[in-house]
């Protein structure tokens, strides 16, 4: 993560251990009529924030007792709401690496930040190159991709295949998504597929599989990515408790 300069000289700025020093320890703040309740554990070297959030609406007449069936008066008013729904961003400063937990709220998380500390903020992907992704993934999960005739040439015993498969001459692009049941080299393959990305034959590039430490990794359009899965079980509310949440994943990054 770095902050955008707002003056002369590098425009992007590596932050340091009190990039998030004034930021409050507790607040809400209300996006596109969610609320988000916001707690922050600020350290020497992390940063964690909980997110706890919800929508007033929509909200039911009444409630029903999942047992009986019965239903009675919601006693939950319009201007209230329940916050089920739960985010954990945690920035550590020594790897210089964001976690969070829902990676589609990247944006948002920038957001708030921005609003809170009217400071700009942005995130890089890992950027790796073919053979240092090829390098580090041990097994495949799933390749998706769109390609072009290019790939596999028409007298080519894939082509042939794939025109068996469909029954018809094989078109001029076709997407293709495989999964696999038992993760499992196929590097040689993987590799031609980069090559042809390389050449832009090949258009929606996704590859996931598993490194050495059997995390998962993302290739997809030259972005890297890797995700950490944790263990965590619900409080009786339904809800994570941000001190597990928390713990495990310290436990993840001091690997």
Do not use: W
């Not at 004034?22 to 988000?36: G, K, L």
């Not at 992907?125 to 390609?147: A, C, G, Q, R």
């Not at 029954?167 to 590799?191: H, N, Q, R, V, W």
């Amino acid at each position: 993560m770095f902050e955008e300069s707002s003056g002369e000289g590098e425009r992007y700025i590596k932050i340091n251990t009190d990039a998030f020093e004034s930021i409050q320890t507790d607040f809400h703040i209300t996006i596109d009529d969610t609320y988000y309740e916001v707690t922050t554990k600020k350290e020497h070297a992390y940063t964690l924030f909980s997110f706890d959030f919800g929508k007033a609406n929509p909200r039911d007449s009444q409630v029903t007792n999942v047992i009986t069936g019965k239903k009675k008066d919601n006693p939950r008013k319009g201007i209230e709401a329940e916050l089920l729904k739960q985010l954990f961003c945690l920035y550590h400063f020594n790897s210089e690496t964001l976690y969070i937990s829902n990676y589609q709220k990247l944006p948002f998380f920038l957001n708030v930040l921005q609003k809170q500390l009217k400071r700009k903020f942005v995130t890089k992907s890992f950027f790796k190159d073919k053979e240092e992704f090829i390098s580090i993934l041990k097994s495949v999960d799933k390749i998706s991709f769109t390609e072009a005739k290019e790939l596999f040439n028409q007298d080519s015993a894939e082509r042939k295949a794939l025109t068996d498969l469909t029954g018809t001459d094989a078109p001029d692009k076709f997407t293709i998504e495989a999964e696999y049941s038992k993760p499992f080299e196929i590097k040689p393959f993987l590799d031609k597929l980069l090559k042809s990305k390389g050449k832009d034959n090949l258009k929606d590039l996704m590859i996931s599989g598993r490194d050495e430490r059997n995390f998962c990794i993302l290739y997809n359009h030259d972005t890297f990515l890797k995700r950490v899965t944790i263990k965590c079980g619900k409080e009786g509310d339904g809800k994570f408790n941000s001190d597990i949440v928390l713990n495990k994943l310290l436990e993840e990054v001091l690997k």
